[in-house]
């Protein structure tokens, strides 16, 4: 018979990381794009910019809404641990997305006023703001949090480390290369050829910070150094830093034979790797060094009963999604519009 107390929270922590992975996959080229205005300053190229993302940007949040309700109602002790402990963060990422998404509309209804620029730039710094916090709070998340009896001892600066800023330029060069290469697939002209040349550039940036919080991270603590050192753990972990490598040649071929969606899904494919990298690394704890999944997990019957309308609705936002992503297929140029 299956034990639920043991089963449940995996299959929580399953969709939580799924629903991370999803949101990082989906909004992560679109906040690129935003942190990309810093590189194109033609407002026909802008627009085509923003042309890409217009009918998909705003169900993006769908994800982290879910990945919050997930650890909301799921994992209520890793909430109240982990929510006092990045307060500062997360209202400064929500703050900025809000803004962001302000912009996103302004910029369109203030053309020809001279307050598009304006627009613009919090278009721009919003997007970068958010994908620093967002690295920020991972990065704090991995290297442990101060627990004592289950509450947050720390303090409200405890998140901002080297280590932490180190993962916020990551996620901001990895965005911003995942925009990148979303434009290659989805525009044409001088913009795609501009796109090429930033996204060998970000890609090596990308490759920089993977290698320096993969040494980092397994000195933060002996489980993690454990992990992906000891035998037989480094026989299931090797794949990881292989893969790696193997997208990086077939990101180099892809660029350098012109190929649309090549790039893009290489660069997916390194979050991918990224993230599991990082799953591989904390688990089984939620709340590193010290809360495993199981520590601050609901009861079975509150989980069983999240799950049924989990199991309905997942599908349908799943369907919305792809559905809307395949209506908007195919390149965009400057004579097309959303708004």
Known sequence: MMDLTYWLPIIWAVILVAAISIYVILDGFDLGIGMLFALERDP??????VSTIAPVWDGNETWMVLGGAVLYGVFPGAYGTLLPAFYLPIILMLLALIFRGVAFEFRVMTQGTGREKLWNVGFMVGSGIAAFCQGAILGGVVQG???VDGAFAGRALDWLTPFSILCGLAVMCGYALLGATWLIWRTTGALEAS???WASKLAIGLFV?????SLWTPLLHAPY???WTDWPNIVFVLPVPV????????????LRHEHSKGPFLCALGWFFLCLSGLGITVWPYIVPPGLTLWDVSAPPSSQLFQLVGTVILL???????????RVFRGKVTETDGYH
């Not at 026909?44 to 910019?49: H, L, P, Q, S």
């Not at 893969?243 to 892809?254: C, H, T």
């Not at 936002?317 to 559905?323: A, N, P, Q, V």
């Open 209 to 213: 910070g993977i290698v320096a919080v």
């Open 225 to 227: 150094l454990r992990r």
């Open 145 to 147: 949090v101060k627990v």
């Open 243 to 254: 893969l790696v490598a193997v997208l990086g040649i077939l990101f180099v071929r892809g």
């Open 315 to 325: 599908p349908i936002i799943l369907t919305y999604t792809i559905y809307s992503y």
């Open 44 to 49: 026909g190229r802008r627009n085509v910019m």
């Open 195 to 197: 796109c090429r040349r």
